[in-house]
Structures are given as structure tokens and as C-alpha cells.
């Protein structure tokens, strides 16, 4: 079965302490691994996708890397304003639609 | 350029009445979603629309159905409320290219209270 897990469930940093959030996945082979991140009461904001392991991308203080077994989000001097939750997805070959975990609530203070 | 709207923003309903969420998107793309959101339990998969005319169950489809009205348009329908389906319900739009999916996004989400 397909599955999804976010660690830790949730992590408190001061401003400026780097961190990293891991997501393991297990699916029956990788079309693509989604990162979004979600604010209280609003829609998912879709922030990366990569397809292959060894792929990197970067968004502002974001790093997203790929493993074949997990994927990690590197978070470089977080401000306050990174405070939400982030969420990891996956598609599988079997299928067209999206495998979520549960997701990571960062709070970040100054 | 709109991206994914959903109307309503809220709802409250009461045990036995129904209602449809409606859904478009302005991004010309060819599959949509429907998922509801709960605490603890993530975002879980309700139907989806790999493209125009098609419509598929996915993790957790009883008490719901679905219409993929036009290439724009994806509408959830609650025939007979049930507590239980008290949850926040997003719809997501995506392009599919030979089958991936090349981003996926949502809308802002309707709150739903079914008393």
C-alpha cells in the first residue's frame, strides 16, 4: 500500500535556526513528490515538485531534496512568517492521484 | 486568473439535508479533486476527475457523488448529511502529462458544520 509520513509532527524554532523536515515515503514506484505549504484556514500553496532522486530544488529559504526512500525540506534562517503547516504528496505509477501525510506545523519565533 | 474557487465558504446543514460544493478552475487543466480535511487524518482523497467525462472513487467516497460538469467545472454533492461529514472539503486542479502530474492546486476550502 502507498503510503506517506511526516516527521516530526511538529517543530518550534527560534529565528535563524536552520532545521529540516523528512518525508518517507512508500510507493509502487515514484511519478512525483509534492511539498505544499498550508496557512490556518486556507487552501494547500503548492511549493515544489521533483520527479527523480539526486533532484533539488529552491524557493527562498527552501530547499527540497529527493531520495528513492524520502524526501527532506531544508528550511535556512527561518523569520516568523514560515510558521505553518507543510504538507508532502506523492503520485504513484499505479495511480493519478495524490498520496498526502499528515503533515509538519512549524512555528517559528523571534 | 482566478486559479481553483470554491463557493461556498461555509456551511451548515442539518442531519438528512443535502447540498452541492461547487468547484471550477481557470488554468485550462484537465483533472480536478475532491478532499476533505480533518484533524489528525490529513487531507484524504473523496473523487477525482482524471479528465473530462471520468470520475473515480478515491479513499473515502460513501455518502458523496460527484459531477465533472465541463472541463472547468467539478461539483461534490452531500445527498443526505451525516454528522461525520462535518470537515473542511478542497478542491485541487492538475495538469496531467503522460499521466503526471505537473502541480496541483487548490482552492481556498468550504467549511462545512452538519449539525
Known amino acids: 500500500e502507498d503510503q506517506v509520513t511526516q516527521s516530526p509532527e511538529a517543530l518550534r524554532l527560534q529565528e535563524g535556526e536552520s532545521s529540516s523536515l523528512n518525508c518517507s515515503y512508500t510507493v509502487s514506484g515514484l511519478r512525483g513528490l509534492f511539498w505544499y505549504r498550508q496557512d490556518p484556514g486556507k487552501g494547500p500553496e503548492f511549493l515544489f515538485t521533483l520527479y527523480s532522486a539526486g533532484e533539488e530544488k529552491e524557493k527562498e529559504r527552501l530547499k527540497a531534496t529527493l531520495t528513492k526512500k524520502e524526501s527532506f525540506l531544508h528550511i535556512t534562517a527561518p523569520k516568523p512568517e514560515d510558521s505553518a503547516t507543510y504538507l508532502c504528496a506523492v503520485q504513484s505509477q499505479a495511480g493519478t492521484a495524490l498520496i498526502f501525510g499528515k503533515g509538519t506545523t512549524l512555528s517559528v519565533s523571534s | 486568473n482566478a486559479g481553483v474557487t470554491q463557493t461556498p465558504k461555509f456551511q451548515v446543514l442539518k442531519t438528512g439535508q443535502s447540498m452541492t460544493l461547487q468547484c471550477a478552475q481557470d488554468m485550462n487543466h484537465n483533472s480536478m479533486y475532491w478532499y476533505r480535511q480533518d484533524p489528525g487524518m490529513g487531507l484524504r482523497l473523496i473523487y477525482y476527475?482524471?479528465?473530462?467525462?471520468?470520475?473515480d472513487k478515491g479513499e473515502v467516497p460513501n455518502g458523496y457523488n460527484v459531477s465533472r460538469l465541463n472541463k472547468r467545472e467539478f461539483s461534490l454533492r452531500l445527498e443526505s448529511a451525516a454528522p461525520s461529514q462535518t470537515s473542511v472539503y478542497f478542491c485541487a486542479s492538475t495538469y496531467l502529462s503522460w499521466g503526471t502530474a505537473v502541480e496541483q492546486y487548490f482552492g481556498p476550502g468550504t467549511r462545512l458544520t452538519v449539525t
Open positions: 476527475s482524471a479528465s473530462e467525462g471520468t470520475t
